[in-house]
């Protein structure tokens, strides 16, 4: 369990060595060993901000890493807990019982689509099927700030994250691991990965079956993961990857909400809790299933020149049966609550590709990285979605004293059937140049794209006994160009300030409620901070101030929730985030964040918003975690780990009349022990235990009064790892 100054450089690389996770050939390795040797390939490191081989503390973006030592301390179960200790993001904004999304905001703005290996996990837009990636098979997440449109085409401004996922190595290393906990956890997974004999091929292997009761009473929590990949070493130069991730989530909790008034709103009448179920267990079904095919090409032409060619194709399905309720089937006075039942059955095939060539060229005393860029992507998909109208026609249905057996499926009539056809195409050409004057890094570069969507929307509906049809065609036909500009210098004393100011693009389709088209939304971002990089690694430092600018950003229309959106005029967010991590003595680090955020609508556009605070932003939010490796002595092998994260109160809906969501601070521990300190049988062993809010902090997140969510309550893990 030896921890060097070296490891504690080469845990920062590791973590960022990845060509968009793809294993590239390598004429240079470096080595380091904790417990495992670990190749990292010199020439393979590409930061997905850049696409180039910039590091992080050398690029002039507001960059966040999330290795795979932390993923593995906290034993995060979805990318939302994996972004709990990221400055500037508020994840679970859903909660913590609805696990079928992975719902953030960075900086203030909504993220509805996140990356995997440096491809884009397609989202049937506005319904609920996109891919989920376990963390079983993330190799790291990386979290960037600010707009990055110019590499990745529609993108909202605050930032998007990146999964890594874990790839081949020639090493060979197998671990297995169980666990168990609390909610009747159960769960086993298998990571193995080396060369095939002699051959120019090696593999890894990811298996993972889950199982736990939800936080919510009545429901479940089921996955089963395989994810195997194979890299073939063809020439010299070029290298090729195979990669599969296939899931089946037979159970994916609940997706309902429920009201403010007896969860943190007073109410005579009663009160919720965090196992409180709104809906029913006659009528609660999520299950989704997703293939992902992929392949890597990396090419080196020799004098500078490679190719990376980066694609995926992705079919997913998912269906539920679920309950909603709006604002006027709620009686505070009473507790009593209607709800609407309905179900979706969704479908999607997908396709994605990034052709990416790039050229190191010294001209005088400048080095430039050019980069050259062509993707594509498509998605076909719909969605049946039935209603049977609503829980009433079953008796009267009290969230105080909750009955989740009233629906008696036989005698369900729908009463609406519609059908939604989806279409999305996106074709973008990128170019970049990071040039490299002694010390001072300078990034430029643009993008065109070329968006178009189409959503056929047909059915009908019952009404006084009559049935009628509807149908709504709505497409966009919009194109965009973004740009970015970006200066760092490098000091000898391990500081570099940087200023950057990047656009992006997010095209929007359908008709506002006038029923004129919506413009695409623009973001654009000036950034300025200081990065800090002590001489020996063991400091880490950054700080930066933004200021955001999205125009025609699209809101609900807090008059009618359900209906078509507001186009505001303008959003503005300004802050301040703080990130560093010190590794004070060989055996303690600490790692800590602060984020200020200001957020509001500047201009609108009638609609009496302006100086409003969208929900789910904080104004200030701070996260603190540190570790401590105890080496000598009786507990000689143990790791005490430990954090805390705070979210300031945020309001409550979109008017920000409906009062204020409470602040909240949770506490987190992770205990570790290297079982080769009892016995060299055991060397490879290790033990862990980690308990999730250790102090049963009672937190929420809303949307509006009306619905709101519980975050996680307290809850532990125990898991034994066998590496060999």
């Not at 179920?277 to 989704?288: I, L, P, Q, V």
């Not at 860029?373 to 969605?383: A, M, R, V």
Request: aromatic share 12%; proline share 4%.
């Amino acid at each position: 369990m030896e921890r060097s100054r070296l490891f504690k450089r080469s845990a920062l690389s590791l973590a960022l060595a990845s060509v968009l996770t793809a294993p590239v050939f390598a004429e240079e390795t470096a080595q380091v060993s904790e417990t495992d040797t670990i190749t990292v390939f010199g020439k393979a490191y590409r930061n997905t901000a850049t696409k180039t081989a910039l590091e992080p503390e050398e690029t002039p973006q507001g960059i966040t890493v999330i290795d795979n030592e932390q993923l593995e301390q906290r034993s995060v179960k979805s990318l939302n807990q994996a972004l709990r200790y990221a400055p500037g993001v508020v994840t679970e904004t859903k909660g913590s019982s609805v696990t079928m999304y992975d719902t953030f905001t960075i900086r203030g703005f909504g993220v509805d689509q996140s990356y995997y290996d440096g491809l884009v996990l397609q989202y049937l837009k506005g319904w609920n099927l996109q891919p989920q990636i376990d963390p079983i098979a993330m190799q790291q997440v990386e979290v960037f700030k600010g707009p990055t449109s110019v590499l990745y085409g529609s993108m909202p401004p605050g930032g998007m994250v990146n999964m890594i996922a874990k790839s081949p190595q020639l090493e060979p290393s197998t671990t297995v691991g169980v666990a168990t906990g609390s909610r009747n956890l159960m769960e086993t997974s298998i990571d193995t990965t080396g060369q095939i004999g002699d051959s120019d091929f090696s593999y890894r292997f990811i298996g993972l079956a889950r199982k736990q009761d939800s936080q919510v009473n009545n429901a479940e929590e089921e996955r089963y993961v395989i994810a195997p990949s194979l890299d073939w070493q063809a020439t010299d130069r070029t290298l090729v990857n195979f990669n599969l991730y296939y899931q089946n989530d037979p159970s994916m909790g609940i997706n309902s909400s429920l009201p403010a008034s007896g969860m943190f709103i007073d109410n005579p009448n009663g009160s919720t809790s965090p196992s409180t179920f709104a809906g029913d267990k006659n009528w609660s079904k999520f299950e989704r299933e997703v293939l992902m095919l992929g392949y890597k090409i990396n090419h080196d032409f020799g004098n500078g020149w490679s190719f990376l060619q980066n694609a995926r194709f992705t079919d997913a399905s998912l269906y539920q049966e679920n309950t909603y309720h709006t604002a006027d089937q709620f009686d505070p006075s009473t507790g009593s609550l209607d709800r609407y039942i309905y179900s979706t059955d969704e479908s999607s095939q997908g396709f994605v590709i990034d052709n990416q060539l790039s050229a190191q060229i010294n001209t005088s005393n400048i080095e430039h990285n050019l980069l050259f860029g062509l993707d594509y992507q498509k998605l076909d998909g719909d969605s049946r979605y039935l209603s049977f109208g609503t829980t009433s026609q079953f008796g009267d249905f009290n969230i105080f004293n909750p009955n989740n057996d009233m629906i008696d499926r036989s005698q369900l009539e729908k009463d609406a059937d519609y059908l939604d056809k989806v279409s999305v195409e996106q074709l973008g050409v990128y170019f970049q140049d990071q040039m490299r004057i002694d010390r001072l890094v300078l990034i430029a570069g643009g993008r065109y794209d070329w968006y178009r969507s189409t959503s056929d929307y047909t059915g009908e509906y019952e009404y006084e006994g009559d049935w009628y049809e509807y149908a709504l065609n709505e497409e966009a036909k919009q194109e965009k160009f973004s740009y970015r500009l970006g200066a760092l210098y490098e000091f000898d004393n391990g500081i570099s300030p940087f200023l950057s100011y990047a656009t992006s693009f997010e095209p929007v389709a359908g008709l506002d409620r006038d029923g004129n088209a919506y413009k695409p939304e623009l973001g654009q971002q000036v950034e300025g901070g200081m990065k800090y990089v002590s001489s020996d690694m063991s400091k880490q430092a950054t700080a930066s101030v933004f200021h955001i600018v999205k125009s025609d950003a699209l809101m609900a229309d807090p008059e009618d929730p359900w209906g078509p959106k507001l186009q505001v005029g303008e959003l503005t967010s300004q802050g301040l985030e703080l990130e560093g991590r010190w590794f004070m003595t060989e055996s303690l680090d600490v790692n800590a964040s602060y984020t200020y955020t200001d957020l509001e609508i500047t201009e609108d556009s009638g609609n009496d918003l302006k100086g409003t605070t969208p929900i789910y932003v904080p104004e200030h939010a701070a996260n603190l975690w540190a570790n401590y490796y105890v080496y000598g002595g009786p507990l000689a092998g143990t790791r005490v780990s430990g954090g805390a994260r705070y979210v300031g109160e945020m309001q409550m809906d979109a008017t920000n009349t409906q009062g204020k969501v409470p602040s909240y601070t949770v506490v987190d521990l992770s205990l570790g022990y290297d079982l080769g300190y009892l016995s060299d049988s055991l060397t490879g062993a290790s033990a862990n235990l980690v308990v999730n809010n250790l102090l049963d902090e009672e937190y929420y997140t809303c949307y509006d009064q009306t619905n709101c969510w519980y975050g996680a309550e307290q809850s532990f893990e125990f898991n034994v790892n066998y590496n060999f």
